[in-house]
C-alpha cells in the first residue's frame, strides 16, 4: 500500500505563488509516473499535470506557463509550484501515484491518492 500526503496549502491572493508537495511511502517511487489534480466545489476532479520517472512532464493548458512538477527522488518527493495564482485555482489539490512510468491524464490510471490540501486564491 503506497501512501501520499500532500502538504504546503493555504490562503494566498491573487498573483501570488505557492508551493506544494507529495510525500510518497512507495518504495518504487524513483519509477512511478507521478500526477497532481485539483477539485473545486462543485466540480469534477481534474488534470494539472505529471511527471514520468524520466523528469519528463505533461500539463493540462489550463496551467502551462504558471504551474509546474518536479520531483526529488531521494527524498520520495514531488512538487508543485504554483506561479501567478487567480481565483479559479481554488480547489483541493490531490497528488496520485501510478506502479507504472508513464504519465497520463486520466484519474483512472492512477492507483494511489493522498487526501488533498486546500489551496484558497482571493481576489
Known amino acids: 500500500q503506497v501512501v501520499l500526503v500532500e502538504s504546503g496549502g493555504g490562503l494566498v491572493q491573487t498573483g501570488d505563488s505557492l508551493r506544494l508537495s507529495c510525500l510518497s511511502s512507495?518504495?518504487?517511487?524513483?519509477?512511478?509516473?507521478m500526477g497532481w489534480f485539483r477539485q473545486a466545489p462543485g466540480k469534477e476532479r481534474e488534470f494539472i499535470g505529471s511527471?514520468?520517472?524520466?523528469?519528463?512532464?505533461l500539463y493540462a493548458d489550463s496551467v502551462k506557463g504558471r504551474f509546474a512538477v518536479s520531483r526529488d527522488k531521494a527524498k520520495n518527493t514531488v512538487y508543485l509550484p504554483m506561479n501567478n495564482q487567480a481565483p479559479q485555482d481554488t480547489a483541493v489539490y490531490y497528488c496520485?501515484?501510478?506502479?507504472?512510468?508513464?504519465?497520463?491524464?486520466?484519474?483512472?490510471?492512477?492507483?494511489?491518492w493522498g487526501q488533498g490540501t486546500q489551496v484558497t486564491v482571493s481576489s
Open positions: 496520485a501515484a501510478r506502479t507504472t512510468p508513464f504519465v497520463s491524464t486520466d484519474r483512472d490510471a492512477y492507483h494511489f
Open positions: 512507495a518504495r518504487s517511487f524513483s519509477d512511478y509516473a
Open positions: 511527471i514520468n520517472r524520466s523528469r519528463g512532464t
